[in-house]
Antibody, heavy 115, light 108 residues
Framework: QVQLQESGPGLVKPSETLSLTCTVS????????WSWIRQPPGKGLEWIGY???????KYNPSLQSRVTISVDMSKNQFSLKLTSVTAADTAVYYC?????????WGHGTLVAVSS | DIQMTQSPSTLSASVGDRVTITCRAS??????LAWYQQKPGQAPKLLIY???NLESGVPSRFSGSGSGTEFTLTISGLQPDDFATYYC??????????FGQGTKVEIK
């Protein structure tokens, strides 16, 4: 059974960089697309972007200038960096596996942007 | 970029009702559409992929249809466990992915 676990700081200061890592267990990163999705409190889902296991990426155009997703196959992990954060970036951040549809999700981690 | 318009935003229904939720894409996405159910405090759960394929373990009262730009999720015989928020997601390969705004299914 594939499991995903997000890790990283729960509080980030405005203008700094949000960094999260997703550790995949119970399966290999090879052969799949790996996504980040976020959900501001009380709001809907927003797709941030994905990375294919060989490194190809695609990002949400509204975030593209601030987002980097990377993969570390040796650790079975992929990561998210979001620069120059503001309060509008406060959300639950999910990592997930995109097959045909997103079939595996992490539990999500709340990241608050506040000084 | 492809925009997804989901309707209605809220739906009030009773146990046993047949419920339909619609998603419209701003451009054709062929059949690259998924439906998810989300309950408070939980990650979304995949119900339907590629427009009409039922994910393993999902009850058969859930069904999806459509292609191109118009898609529907139907729940035939709403159960107490089905009161939740539902999202569509397009994942057409030529475009960044996007989610619909969500439909909250409430108890009437």
């Amino acid at each position: 059974q594939v499991q995903l676990q997000e890790s990283g700081p729960g509080l980030v200061k405005p203008s700094e960089t949000l960094s999260l890592t997703c550790t995949v267990s119970g399966g290999s990163i090879s052969g799949y697309y790996w996504s980040w999705i976020r959900q501001p409190p009380g709001k809907g889902l927003e797709w941030i972007g994905y990375i294919y296991y060989i490194g190809n990426t695609k990002y949400n155009p509204s975030l593209q200038s601030r987002v980097t997703i990377s993969v570390d196959m040796s650790k079975n992990q992929f990561s998210l960096k979001l620069t120059s954060v503001t309060a509008a970036d406060t959300a639950v951040y999910y990592c997930a596996r995109q097959a045909s549809g997103i079939d595996y999700w992490g539990h999500g981690t709340l990241v608050a942007v506040s000084s | 970029d492809i925009q997804m318009t989901q309707s209605p935003s809220t739906l009030s229904a009773s146990v046993g009702d047949r419920v339909t939720i619609t998603c419209r894409a701003s451009q054709t996405i062929r059949a690259w559409l998924a439906w998810y159910q989300q309950k408070p405090g939980q990650a979304p759960k995949l119900l339907i992929y590629k427009a009409s394929n039922l994910e393993s373990g999902v009850p058969s009262r859930f069904s999806g249809s459509g292609s191109g730009t118009e898609f529907t999720l139907t729940i035939s015989g709403l159960q107490p466990d089905d009161f939740a928020t539902y999202y569509c997601q397009q994942y057409e390969s030529y475009s960044p992915s996007t989610f619909g705004q969500g439909t909250k299914v409430e108890i009437k």
